[in-house]
């Protein structure tokens, strides 16, 4: 069983904060890092039953609560089996919380991919949207954080591999 979680705080309210969920795969999205992934992208506006997803990665919106949380189901690659989901909550007066959590088993060729490929890109790609709403919350620049040696290369192999098709 993979369990994987991202925290972050930020100085905001709720309501602002959640604009950040409510964004998401819009042309106007304040969470994901498009910019530098893969965008993320729906068949249909945010809400439950749109299906898309990310890169190779599909899922299906299980849940949305505008504003608080957002859960999806994995679709491919095959042999996740699970959800990942964003969520919001207020800890203090002023401070937002935000998690990312996945929750999955991996079968297959994935309990090879996962530990090795996947964890490593999804880790990146988390905190630099994070990194991302926390630049929007703040009204400050976003900061470009510099990929780990082994983020890049995989990337890179990613990347060579598109064009090759």
Known sequence: MVTNIHVRDFHASLSQAGTLLDSLSSKDDKLWPYDRWSP???DQPLGIGAAGGHGMIRYIVEEFRPGH?????FTEPRG???THAFDLREVSPGV?????VIRMKLKGAARIWWPLVIRWLHDALIEDAFDKAEAYISSQPM???T???WVRLLRHLFKRKRTRR
């Open 96 to 100: 937002v919380r935000i998690r990312h």
């Open 147 to 149: 990929l780990s040696l």
């Open 40 to 42: 993320m992208k729906f």
């Open 143 to 145: 900061k470009q954080r």
């Open 80 to 82: 996740f089996i699970g």
């Open 69 to 73: 949380f957002v859960s999806f189901r």
